[in-house]
Antibody, heavy 116, light 107 residues
Framework: EVQLVESGGGLVQPGASLKLSCVASGFTFSDYWMSWVRQTPGKTMEWIGDIKYDGSYTNYAPSLKNRFTISRDNAKSTLYLQMSNVRSEDTATYYC?????????WGPGTMVTVSS | NIVMTQSPKSMSISVGDRVTMNCKASQNVGNNIAWYQQKPGQSPKLLIYYASNRYTGVPDRFTGGGYGTDFTLTINSVQAEDAAFYYCQRIYNSPPTFGGGTKLELK
């Protein structure tokens, strides 16, 4: 059974950094592109970025590429999202997804709240 | 960037009814559309990909259609468990933009 489980969310102050993780199981992680998507409290869904199966290529939403970095460790079947200089508008639930051009599996999400 | 616009924003229907929701792309996207269902407190689940392909395990009362800029998701004989948000997404090319969603409520 495919499973994706995110962690690392919580309450963080504006300007801080935060690293989210997503542990995958039930499939060969190193065979798949992966993506991060976030959903605001108002239910807006926003694609953050993708990473190629071997980690050699990443692609980001232009508005986020200067502050967010996606990486992966295939030996650990783990996807990461490094967030820096966070802002109140980054408050959202963050999902990791398996990317086959469409997103066929999603984790339960981890909530990030940016507030002082 | 391509903008995806969903309509209506919400709808309230009865069990057993047939419902159609819409997704309009600001440019031609061919058949590169996916639909997702998100129930309260859950993560989204893939329903349809490449506009009309039903994903594994999705009941056949869900049907996707359309090409180019106009797409539909139809649910035949809506069931109580279909109450959810539904999102369309432009896929295959970047950025994979989402629509604003349609909330389906049951009367």
């Amino acid at each position: 059974e495919v499973q994706l489980v995110e962690s690392g969310g919580g309450l963080v102050q504006p300007g801080a950094s935060l690293k989210l993780s997503c542990v995958a199981s039930g499939f060969t992680f190193s065979d798949y592109w992966m993506s991060w998507v976030r959903q605001t409290p108002g239910k807006t869904m926003e694609w953050i970025g993708d990473i190629k199966y071997d980690g050699s290529y990443t692609n980001y939403a232009p508005s986020l590429k200067n502050r967010f970095t996606i990486s992966r460790d295939n030996a650990k079947s783990t996807l990461y999202l490094q967030m820096s200089n966070v802002r109140s508008e980054d408050t959202a639930t963050y999902y990791c997804t398996r990317n086959r051009r469409y997103f066929d599996f999603w984790g339960p999400g981890t909530m990030v709240t940016v507030s002082s | 960037n391509i903008v995806m616009t969903q309509s209506p924003k919400s709808m309230s229907i009865s069990v057993g009814d047939r419902v159609t929701m819409n997704c309009k792309a600001s440019q031609n996207v061919g058949n590169n559309i996916a639909w997702y269902q998100q129930k309260p407190g859950q993560s989204p689940k893939l329903l349809i990909y490449y506009a009309s392909n039903r994903y594994t395990g999705v009941p056949d009362r869900f049907t996707g259609g359309g090409y180019g800029t106009d797409f539909t998701l139809t649910i035949n004989s809506v069931q109580a468990e279909d109450a959810a948000f539904y999102y369309c997404q432009r896929i295959y090319n970047s950025p994979p933009t989402f629509g604003g969603g349609t909330k389906l409520e049951l009367k």
